[in-house]
């Protein structure tokens, strides 16, 4: 399910704070690990689903199953708002060829996360948002200082709502090189009434220039919707905040 961009932009923030309690007995760690919990980080695997976003300036629009033989779970449903060409429907099953049939799972988005360093950065009578800080390695410390990060719990069913980083000022990755936003979002939402969370959306920005001679400014969002469970039918998926998860 990852787009190119996202899978450049690293996930990290560095955002010092330090954990405090936002509820009677639970803390920041408490709810936020329950909240992780409840999401389904490999949809691929039990759920068909409707993918839209931008390649190369056209909107597509694919469907996804697994249930279907391999080779065949991927579907092109339309082209900027239109139905498929026979030439556009080859090009699609030929690239798809080189694809994982099963998407990559998202599960790298929660370990970004130090769980120990969340804190506590607002909340309403719906909602808790909380900053955190990830674990880094040593490539990406120097210019964490420059990105911020949050994530939002429903109160009411415990789930997560998005996770959001940004940068607070330029960043300098390489020499010459100079970022002037950077941003990236995940959006979640049930997949069914009765289904787990699930990644809805995932956006990302990147704006720059290079040796002041290149610049670059690229956007990218891909949706997914229309989520149907295909299955184990015996062990049927359950909705967010079931206390069973």
Same mark, same amino acid.
């Given at each position: ?18 954990? &405090?309690?936002?509820?009677?007995? =639970? ?9 992780? &919990? ?10 068909? $689903? ?111 709502? $998005? ?33 787990? =969370? ?12 290079? $040796? ?16 149907? $469970?295909?299955?184990? &039918? ?12």
């Amino acid at each position: 399910m990852r787009s190119p961009v996202v899978k450049a932009l690293p996930l990290f923030v560095m955002l010092a704070a330090q954990p &405090q309690a936002v509820a009677d007995d =639970q803390s920041p760690e408490d709810i936020v690990t329950e909240a992780l &919990q409840q999401v389904e980080w490999n949809p691929g695997t039990s759920w068909a $689903y409707t993918q839209t976003g931008f390649e190369d300036e056209t909107l597509i629009v694919s469907r996804f199953d697994p249930s279907e033989p391999k080779g065949n779970r991927w579907t092109l449903v339309a082209v900027d708002n239109r139905p498929p060409t026979l030439e556009e429907i080859e090009a699609f099953e030929e690239d798809k060829q080189y694809d994982q049939d099963i998407p990559e799972d998202d599960s790298d988005v929660p370990d970004m996360i130090e769980l120990k360093s969340l804190a506590l950065a607002s909340e309403d009578a719906d909602s808790w948002i909380f900053s955190f800080q990830p674990v880094m390695d040593s490539a990406e410390a120097e210019f964490a200082d420059k990105l911020i990060g949050e994530l939002k719990v429903s109160k009411a069913s415990g789930a997560l709502q $998005y996770v959001d980083v940004h940068n607070s000022g330029p960043i300098r990755p390489a020499f010459g090189v100079k970022i002037k936003t950077m941003h990236m979002r995940f959006d979640f939402a049930p997949a069914q009434p009765n289904g787990p =969370q699930v990644i809805s959306e995932i956006s990302a920005k990147v704006k720059g220039g290079a $040796y002041l001679l290149v610049s670059f400014d690229e956007m990218e969002s891909t949706r997914f919707s229309d989520f149907r $469970y295909v299955g184990d &039918q015996s062990n049927p998926p359950r909705a967010s905040g079931d206390s069973s998860l």
